[in-house]
């Protein structure tokens, strides 16, 4: 059984600047979004939906039995694309929780996707999200590596304070990879659009930062793996050795 009160939505557009048609590359037989889509599909949270500009995709996933919505073009984000297939979907609000899920997790599992969402048991906090320790000298160091910093909540859970590309907190002690996969209370996600993006977004080219500068609280559980995220042609050829043989 799913719940109703909770909706996953899968951003997917064909007009990635390192990778384009990502979401229709074949891995393992399938296109990739299938891959994303199958996962959330299996995680049993709530229903699923792929929110795409691209009537190609929404056409491979409909063929593959699952639910498409098209949006608009311009959005500038993924978050303002799962809003407006948010409302399209769900107009009476009977959704609490809006899950975003990127398109290009293929290798993500269904454990990590049922875990972002107990910080929200927590009714202070607006958005959860995910990150795993860092254990390689070469993940600490790479920008393309966000950084989540936090205090701890005790146990997997910890408050986030920053994110940010430098290698953060500085000394010893952990440091998280941040993951970006979000739950998103439903005014959350409503106050968060609305919010014109912040000097801080802008000077590390993160969205989230934009919530903590407006006082949203963020919370995050610290998972083992870290799902890989395709962005480039090498980034496929791993997914696809990966998902070959499982």
């Not at 056409?59 to 409302?87: F, K, L, N, Y």
């Not at 304070?161 to 439903?186: E, Q, S, V, W």
Request: charged content about 25%.
């Amino acid at each position: 059984m799913t719940a109703p009160r909770i909706l996953v939505l899968i951003p997917a557009r064909m007009a990635a600047t390192r990778l384009p048609g990502k979401p229709l590359a074949d891995i393992a037989g399938l296109p990739m979004i299938v891959h994303v889509l199958r996962r959330a599909e299996a995680a049993g949270i709530g229903r699923v939906a792929v929110a795409t500009d691209t009537a190609e995709i929404a056409a491979v996933v409909t063929a593959h039995g699952g639910e498409a919505v098209m949006t608009r073009t311009e959005h500038p984000s993924g978050s303002d694309r799962i809003h407006e297939a948010m409302q399209k979907l769900d107009p009476a609000g009977k959704a609490e929780i809006v899950v975003n899920l990127q398109g290009d997790f293929p290798t993500i599992t269904t454990g990590n996707i049922r875990d972002v969402l107990p910080p929200l048991d927590d009714p202070a906090v607006d958005i959860a999200t995910l990150a795993s320790q860092i254990h390689t000298e070469e993940e600490d160091l790479a920008p393309s590596v966000v950084k989540a910093v936090g205090t701890s909540l005790g146990g997997k859970r910890m408050r986030a304070l920053y994110f940010t590309r430098a290698t953060a907190p500085t000394g010893d002690g952990p440091r998280y990879h941040h993951i970006g996969l979000y739950a998103y209370r439903r005014a959350a996600l409503e106050r968060f659009v609305s919010l014109p993006p912040s000097p801080l977004e802008l000077q590390e080219k993160l969205e989230q930062l934009r919530a903590l500068e407006a006082g949203m609280r963020i919370d995050f559980t610290i998972v083992d793996t870290v799902p890989r995220g395709v962005d480039t042609p090498a980034d496929l050829e791993t997914a696809r050795s990966i998902l070959s043989k499982s």
